[in-house]
């Protein structure tokens, strides 16, 4: 039988991360680089080429936007060439009439046709001086409804930095990079494929291109000061809750896949079953077990314990609304923890582990008493006990002789006790496996 091929690393495992304090530092922490996020940083500064889709078909907006950008390079004032993010027209206002005065058409046809009157509701836009009033009034009233609607389409669009519209935004300006030549490329089948993008190159290479110059792009424009400062897309979240209230929009996780109705209708049945196959099996479980009942704590212990997993268990299997992940991680949490303590005291427990954990508890009763007495005297626990009634089950006057453990009954943590490293070996990494 053959080696299993090894899987591929994407991301460095957590064995190469370096240990500081409390915190897991990776191999890159030491580099002052700000993260910048598409749809937050980068999103609005593509805006304007995205609009061109009303001039031209996605797969063909490169043409009318390099002639539009050709333009803009006449007039550039500044040394580094300009990429078409929308910043860049701030740059370029210091030229604008000249710019204006040559090629007015163009502008008309393939910036203020697309996207003008939508810019007219962000007056401190870096393109705000080609927005005129002129221009404005010659299409009528600005309508809220027409306009702000067309730019929530075109933003919800372009909010998959993969979809094809972001990919030809993003796919525009690398052009620019490369025109200027300032790439330098490491992998040569790169550029054997790029002439031939979009039309003459397989799916395959395809991707290759486009995943290159996402990254690429990612890096290239986070070193240009123009685009450093953000002021474009601050500006353009922030005056958004001024325009329009927020509208919900549900966004599927990565790689998630949608459950059907017959799917559900079979998750359903299925953990029907099983949350009554861990009731009889607990109820068997009861009838079965012979208690010690003159040293009760080890039985007593173990059974509670494994019962507070089975409860726990059918508390998530038979409650959807659990099944979000914040609230189900912290019930998995008490499961596992209850989980690692009832394999750990089966397997390994001592007599004194029973003693503690048994003590343990007695201590946390205790604690809850002192909270009730000294700081709520008429308040109640949640199951409606008063801190005498407390004081009662613990045996009145003996409470006093309850020392308090404000840590964890074992002296260690739950990782610690998982991996049994008191007493050697591992303890079996899940209770409740079911392959049904």
């Known amino acids: 039988m053959g080696r299993k091929k090894r899987r591929s690393t994407t991301h460095t495992p957590v064995s190469h991360h370096r240990k500081a304090g ?16 598409w749809d937050r940083d980068w999103l609005p500064e593509y805006l304007w080429i995205a609009s061109l889709r009303q001039v031209v078909p996605v797969n063909r907006l490169f043409k009318p936007f390099y002639a539009f950008m050709d333009a803009v390079e006449e007039f550039w004032p500044a040394d580094k060439p300009p990429l078409g993010c929308l910043s860049d027209f701030q740059v370029l206002a210091s030229k604008g009439q000249e710019f204006l005065a040559k090629h007015g058409t163009l502008v008309r046809q393939l910036f203020l046709t697309p996207c003008g009157r939508v810019l007219a509701f962000f007056p401190e836009s ?15 009233s600005l309508d809220p409804g027409v306009e702000l609607g067309n730019l929530r389409g075109l ?57 290159f110059a996402r990254a690429t792009m990612g890096a290239y424009l986070g070193t240009e000061g123009r685009y450093t400062d953000r002021l474009w897309p601050r500006y353009f979240w922030q005056h958004n809750f001024d325009l329009a209230p927020c509208r919900r929009r549900s966004i599927p996780l990565v ?66 609304p659990l099944w979000a992940r914040d609230t189900t991680g912290i019930i998995l949490r008490c499961l596992v923890d209850t989980a690692i303590t009832f394999c750990f ?3 390994r427990g001592t007599d004194e582990d029973f003693v503690n954990f048994r003590n343990y508890g007695e201590a946390q009763k205790k604690l ?62 899940s209770l409740l496996t079911d392959e049904r």
Not at 23 to 35: I, Q
Not at 156 to 166: K, N, Q, R, S, T
Request: aromatic content about 6%.
């Open 126 to 140: 870096p393109a705000s001086w080609l927005v005129t009033e002129d221009f404005v009034q010659e299409g009528g």
């Open 345 to 347: 005291l089966a397997q």
């Open 255 to 320: 790689g998630s896949k949608p459950v059907s109705q017959d799917q559900f209708d079979i998750l359903v049945q299925r953990l029907t079953n099983n949350a009554q196959i861990a009731r009889n099996y607990l109820d068997q479980l009861a009838q079965r077990l012979h208690y010690d009942l003159y040293e009760p704590e080890r039985g007593e212990i173990l059974h509670g314990l494994f019962a507070r997993c089975v409860r726990l268990y059918l508390l998530v299997l038979e409650n959807p």
């Open 155 to 211: 933003v919800v669009e372009m909010l998959d930095g993969h979809g094809e519209l972001a990919t030809a935004a993003r796919m525009a300006v690398f052009g620019r990079v490369l025109k200027g030549g300032r790439l330098i490329f490491r992998d040569l089948r790169i550029l054997d494929i790029l002439p031939k993008y979009p039309d003459q190159c397989s799916d395959d290479e395809r991707s290759a291109v486009e995943t």
């Open 22 to 37: 409390s915190a897991l530092l990776p191999p890159l922490a030491g580099l002052n680089v700000k993260p910048a996020f």
């Open 368 to 429: 809850l008493m002192l909270h009730l007495q000294d700081s709520h005297p008429s308040a109640t626990s949640i199951e409606g006990r008063q801190a005498s009634d407390i004081s009662q089950e613990l045996g009145g006057f003996s409470a006093e002789m309850i020392q308090i453990e404000l840590g964890h009954w074992s002296k260690q943590d739950a990782r610690r006790t998982c991996s049994g490293r008191r007493t050697g070996g591992v303890l079996p990494p």
